[in-house]
């Protein structure tokens, strides 16, 4: 089922573009999520890597652990919460309305001459 806006214009034939960017939107959110999560599982390791000895001590090395960590941790939380506000910003035709409320606006401000084509 197509997810479109009330409107009048209507084509033949209508791509369901609104559902092609939430898949993607929400395939490259997966994708990166499982990237990151190779990376945040990394950051559980305890002992220093050889390749580290002569330019980082045990004890700053065990502090940039914890710190990507909760950083880490903290992105996957704010990956989460982009995507349902751009879920919800698609879905809803959030834009949509902003530019019509803009159009209206416009119009009630500066008068009916000076207003873009609303569409």
Known sequence: MTHQPHSDWSPAWQLP???????FTVVAY????YVD???HRLFSV??????LEAIMDEE???KSQRYNRD???FGFVRGAAELVQGVVVLWCFVLLGAWRLAGRLMVAVLGSSYAATQG
């Not at 573009?17 to 898949?23: C, G, H, N, R």
């Not at 997966?30 to 999520?33: I, K, N």
């Not at 305890?46 to 390749?51: A, H, M």
Request: proline content about 4%; aromatic content about 12%; overall charge positive.
């Open 30 to 33: 997966v994708l990166e999520s």
């Open 17 to 23: 573009y609104v559902e092609l960017i939430l898949a």
């Open 37 to 39: 999560w190779r990376q």
């Open 71 to 73: 950083k880490s941790a």
């Open 60 to 62: 700053t090395f065990a």
């Open 46 to 51: 305890s002992s220093r890597p050889r390749e």
